[in-house]
C-alpha cells in the first residue's frame, strides 16, 4: 500500500519534493493534499503537480484522515509550529532542515513526537544519497584508515535572497547552507560530540552570518573544519582525510553524485525531473522520502540514518557556533 503524503507550503523546496516523489513507484508513494497560507496558492500547486485536494490553511491538512505523513517545507522560523500542529494531530512529519532555530525548540518537537507515539524525522537528505551511504560503507570497512581530518565548504550568492539574509525569516548562512558541512562532519564521525567547537565569521547589518569558519575538535586527535558563505561561491566539495587514503565529494557536497576514493572516480547520478526543479540535484529528495516509507513499514518513530539524537546534536553544536559569531534569533530569548 502507498505511503499517503500530505505537503505543507506551496513553496520552491515543497515543489522539489513533490517532483523528487514523481520518480518513485506510484504504488509506493502518493500525494493526496498540498496546504498553503493562501488557498489559491495550494490550488496552483495541486493543478500543477495533480495533486487531489488543496487546502487553505495548515489546520485542514492536519484534519484529512487521508493523509499519512506530512512534509513540513515551510521556512525554518515555522517549522516547530507546524510539526506540533501535525504531531498533534497523530500525523507522522517530515520536517526540512535545520529542524528548527535552535536546540530547545528540537527538544520540544521531539518530546511531541514521543508523546504523540509517530514517525520524526528532520529532512537533512544528504545522508540518503547512494553516494552518502557508500561514505558509510567505507568508513565501516575502514577504507581510508583512521579518519584524522574532514573539511567541508558551502558557499553560494545568496545575497539577493530575502530569506537568506533577514533574521525574522531565519536567515544567516549557518542554518541555510552551513548545516550541511556540520552534518556530514557528524555523519563522518559516528554522531560523536566534540570535544570543542571554535568559531569565527561576519554579520550582515540585520543581525545573521554572513560567512562563518567553524573548527571541531574530536577524540584520538581527530580534527574537522567548514566554511559557509552567503557571499560568494565557494568549491562546495568535502574531503575525508585517513591514515590510508581519502575519499573526495568533488562537488554539490549537499547532493553528492560523484565520489572519488583514493583517486577513483564513481559517478552516482539522480533521476531527471519530469518538471522543472528549483535547486540542485532536487531529485534527490526521493531517497529522503522512501527512507520514511521504509521506516514507516518497519513500524520505527525514528531513522536509524537521522536519527533524533543526530538532530540534537546538529542544533546543539549551531547553537554555539552562533552564540561564539553573535548570532541571536528572536527565538533565543524565549
Not at 141 to 169: C, N
Request: hydrophobic fraction near 40%; proline fraction near 5%; include cysteine.
Amino acid at each position: 500500500m502507498a505511503t499517503r503524503w500530505g505537503i505543507c507550503s506551496a513553496g520552491k523546496i515543497s515543489n522539489d519534493f513533490t517532483v523528487a516523489l514523481r520518480t518513485l513507484p506510484p504504488g509506493d508513494h502518493q500525494i493526496v493534499a498540498v496546504a498553503a497560507r493562501k488557498l489559491q496558492d495550494a490550488q496552483a500547486f495541486a493543478k500543477k503537480h495533480n495533486i487531489p485536494r488543496a487546502y487553505g490553511g495548515y489546520d485542514e491538512l492536519s484534519r484529512d484522515p487521508d493523509v499519512e505523513v506530512v512534509y513540513v517545507g515551510v521556512i525554518h522560523p515555522y517549522h516547530i509550529s507546524a510539526s506540533l500542529l501535525f504531531m498533534n494531530a497523530k500525523k507522522n512529519v517530515l520536517c526540512e532542515k535545520p529542524m528548527a532555530m535552535n536546540s530547545r525548540e528540537v527538544k520540544e518537537m521531539v518530546a511531541a513526537a514521543k508523546t504523540n507515539n509517530i514517525f520524526f524525522m528532520e529532512a537533512v537528505w544528504t545522508r540518503f544519497f547512494p553516494a552518502s551511504l557508500e561514505i558509510k560503507r567505507l568508513l565501516a570497512e575502514e577504507e581510508v584508515g583512521e579518519v584524522k581530518m574532514v573539511k567541508a565548504d558551502f558557499g553560494l550568492k545568496l545575497m539577493h535572497v530575502p530569506r537568506a539574509v533577514q533574521k525574522e525569516l531565519g536567515g544567516g548562512a549557518l542554518l541555510d547552507i552551513g548545516i550541511y558541512c556540520l552534518q556530514f562532519i557528524c555523519m563522518v564521525y559516528g554522531g560523536e560530540k566534540p570535544e570543542s567547537i571554535q568559531a569565527t565569521g561576519v554579520c550582515l547589518d540585520t543581525g545573521v552570518d554572513e560567512a562563518m569558519v567553524v573548527t571541531l575538535k574530536f577524540s584520538r586527535g581527530r580534527m574537522a573544519v567548514f566554511t559557509c558563505s552567503m557571499a560568494v561561491q565557494l568549491p562546495n566539495d568535502a574531503v575525508i582525510t585517513g591514515t590510508k587514503g581519502t575519499i573526495r565529494v568533488p562537488a554539490h557536497m549537499w547532493s553528492p553524485t560523484s565520489l572519488v576514493v583514493n583517486g577513483k572516480e564513481t559517478q552516482y547520478p539522480v533521476p531527471e525531473p519530469r518538471l522543472p526543479l528549483n535547486f540542485t540535484n532536487s531529485t534527490g529528495l526521493r531517497y529522503e522520502a522512501e527512507e520514511v516509507r521504509q521506516c514507516l513499514l518497519k513500524g520505527l518513530k525514528e531513522s536509524p540514518g537521522m536519527t533524533h539524537a543526530d538532530s540534537l546534536l546538529l542544533a546543539e553544536l549551531e547553537d554555539e557556533a552562533r552564540s561564539q559569531v553573535g548570532v541571536v534569533y528572536n527565538q533565543d530569548l524565549h
